[in-house]
């Protein structure tokens, strides 16, 4: 890979594959833009609870655009923190949406206490990842537990549970302020990410260190296993990335690539766009409610009509309870 001089193929709301062939390490960089900017700017989250679902959309993004099939891959947290739940909806090959539920009162007194990192605001509970073929095929979901930590290292772990491929993540979240030619300033959101794993094709070289087993009498040798000096020299290179780097317009993902591995040669691939795309319609909505029993209609209706808001785009759908048609009993 030679210093990229011409505009980065893989702009924002991007991801661009990438292989880093003498360290048998494969990955992807994501940078988003315009499309974190339209799914945060609708629901007016606060700036620790905004970082936070970026964070977690730049890594479903990473994660998601590995899939090879039409499907969907969704993050899901629910924890007992100021915010209960996020959730990251990615369908295949490049639909993004996403919303965060929080506790306003809580989300303010820990910013009031400066406590407002990625790790309080989520508090103890759990991360699943679900991988969703749709039609017939099995879903497959991961869950690892969440416990004061943020999503960088509670998706190392669940690599290490699931997969069990030594993978490193990079994630950074910041915001862009832009002076306007006719005074004010112009808002944006940006975020990027990271991800490294090693896939030699030696099944010896593959393996990650053993996990403990928690049932193993105490005092118990384990197996060693030593870390491959490919896999720990990537380890390092990854480790020298700065926040900014990932979220910089003028730091393309290319260059960024060429900073970290010119010296072992880095090959990139074509980029996979990304959108902001939410799959609710009235249809959709209007078959929803059909659902329900007469009663549990007219329990909805508020002032002769049923209105229902999307959670992730707040889109508002009205429907006169008379047009509903409850299930036959």
């Not at 690892?144 to 943020?150: C, M, N, Q, R």
């Not at 990854?238 to 060429?258: C, G, K, M």
């Not at 319609?281 to 209007?286: D, F, Y």
Request: hydrophobic residues 40%; charged residues 25%.
């Amino acid at each position: 890979m030679t210093a990229p001089s011409a505009p980065p193929s893989a702009a924002l709301d991007s991801v661009l594959p990438y292989a880093v062939p003498s360290l048998d390490l494969r990955g992807r960089v994501v940078r988003l833009g315009p499309a974190l900017d339209a799914i945060l700017a609708r629901h007016a989250y606060p700036t620790p609870v905004a970082r936070l679902l970026a964070e977690a959309i730049a890594l479903t993004s990473l994660l998601g655009t590995a899939l090879k099939f039409e499907g969907r891959f969704v993050l899901q947290t629910r924890t007992d923190g100021p915010v209960s739940m996020l959730i990251v909806d990615f369908q295949t090959p490049d639909g993004l949406r996403a919303y965060a539920s929080f506790d306003a009162e809580a989300v303010e007194a820990a910013i009031a206490q400066g406590s407002a990192t990625p790790a309080d605001l989520l508090g103890r509970g759990h991360l699943a990842m679900t991988i969703d073929q749709g039609g017939d095929m099995n879903r497959y979901q991961g869950v690892v537990a969440l416990d004061h930590t943020g999503l960088e290292e509670v998706a190392h772990v669940w690599f290490q549970q699931s997969e069990q491929i030594p993978t490193k993540v990079r994630l950074a979240v910041a915001e862009e302020l832009t002076r306007l030619p006719g005074g004010g300033t112009r808002h944006a959101w940006r975020a990027g990410g990271l991800l490294a794993q090693f896939l030699p094709e030696s099944e010896d070289r593959r393996r990650a260190r053993d996990l403990h087993p928690g049932d193993a009498p105490e005092g118990t040798d384990l197996p060693e296993v030593a870390d491959d000096d490919a896999w720990t020299e990537a380890e390092a290179l990854v480790a020298t990335i700065e926040d900014l780097e990932l979220t910089d317009p003028e730091v393309s993902a290319e260059r960024l690539l060429f900073r970290l591995f010119h010296e072992r040669g880095a090959r990139v691939f074509e980029p996979q766009t990304l959108v902001e795309r939410c799959r609710c319609s009235r249809e959709r909505v209007e078959d929803m409610l059909g659902q329900f029993t007469a009663e549990q209609v007219e329990d909805m209706t508020v002032d002769g009509a049923i209105v229902v808001t999307c959670e992730f785009c707040s889109t508002k759908y009205t429907f006169d309870p008379a047009t509903v048609r409850p299930p036959a009993a």
